[in-house]
């Protein structure tokens, strides 16, 4: 009788876990997170995130901390609802949320150097 080779035959291979990451590397991974968030909600103007990507809610909620974010959670009829900061840290999956850039103040204007601080006043003169 001769060998007969199996052809049916699977090796089970053994594998190689990625060593651990330092917290520096875990900081730098999610900065990297927080900047692509941040710029894709930016250059679309607002970015929907499903109610069970709990990963984005939280990277979100940070970024809205820090006021480069603002969140509403959507309800059933569409219609958002403001988050605070406190509330959006917990990021419940039961609604998605509608996030947009926030909300910026009229720009600050400069005054003209005329009649501006540098303007020397009498001293016998109340001011």
């Not at 060998?3 to 900065?31: H, I, Q, T, Y």
């Not at 930016?42 to 974010?69: H, I, N, P, W």
């Amino acid at each position: 009788m001769g060998c007969v080779a199996a052809s049916n035959v699977v090796p089970f291979r053994r594998v190689v876990s990625p060593p651990p990451m330092s917290e520096r590397e875990v900081g730098l991974r999610r900065r990297g997170e927080q900047r692509v968030l941040m710029e894709t909600v930016y250059a679309l103007g607002t970015m929907v995130v499903s109610a069970e990507d709990r990963e984005t809610k939280l990277t979100a909620s940070r970024l809205q901390v820090y006021g480069f974010l603002a969140i509403e959670e959507l309800g059933e009829d569409g219609r958002g609802r403001r988050l605070r900061p406190s509330e959006a840290i917990r990021a419940r999956t039961d609604r998605p949320w509608r996030l947009s850039k926030p909300a910026m103040a009229s720009p600050v204007t400069i005054p003209s150097l005329e009649g501006f601080l540098f303007e020397a006043e009498p001293l016998d003169q109340p001011a």
